[in-house]
Nanobody
Framework: QVQLVESGGGSVQAGGSLRLSCAASGFIYSTNYCLGWFRQAPGKEREGVASITRYGGSTDYVDSVKGRFTISQDNAKKTLYLQMNRLEPEDTAMYFC???????????????????????WGQGTQVTVSS
């Protein structure tokens, strides 16, 4: 059973930076996964922010964060990261990391991110950006 635990959220002023971490456990050895970050603001639907393939490290981003956010992974530490720079008040939300087991041949997780079809989810970490 995959378990995900997020950390690193907090309050920051607009223009500031935060780095979110997601510690993962339970990955099956030699298995590919789509890994992603999602967010949900009060009264809004959950939105896929960024995704990365465990094998190959192919990344995808929602347009609103391109050039500001960077998703990365440390496979040795089994940790997923989201570096968020130039934060805006509109980035305020609960951020969740997610994982989904996929075939080894999968080279991109963008479509899965946009569909939100991940099987494993963390509990979330709050990010608040003030103007």
């Amino acid at each position: 059973q995959v378990q995900l635990v997020e950390s690193g959220g907090g309050s920051v002023q607009a223009g500031g930076s935060l780095r979110l971490s997601c510690a993962a456990s339970g990955f099956i050895y030699s298995t590919n996964y789509c890994l992603g970050w999602f967010r949900q603001a009060p009264g809004k639907e959950r939105e896929g922010v960024a995704s990365i393939t465990r094998y190959g490290g192919s990344t995808d981003y929602v347009d609103s964060v391109k050039g500001r956010f960077t998703i990365s992974q440390d496979n040795a530490k089994k940790t997923l990261y989201l570096q968020m720079n130039r934060l805006e008040p509109e980035d305020t939300a609960m951020y969740f990391c997610a994982a989904d087991r996929v075939a080894t041949a999968v080279t991109g997780c963008g479509a899965r991110m946009r569909a939100g079809s991940y099987n494993y989810w963390g509990q979330g970490t709050q990010v608040t950006v003030s103007s």
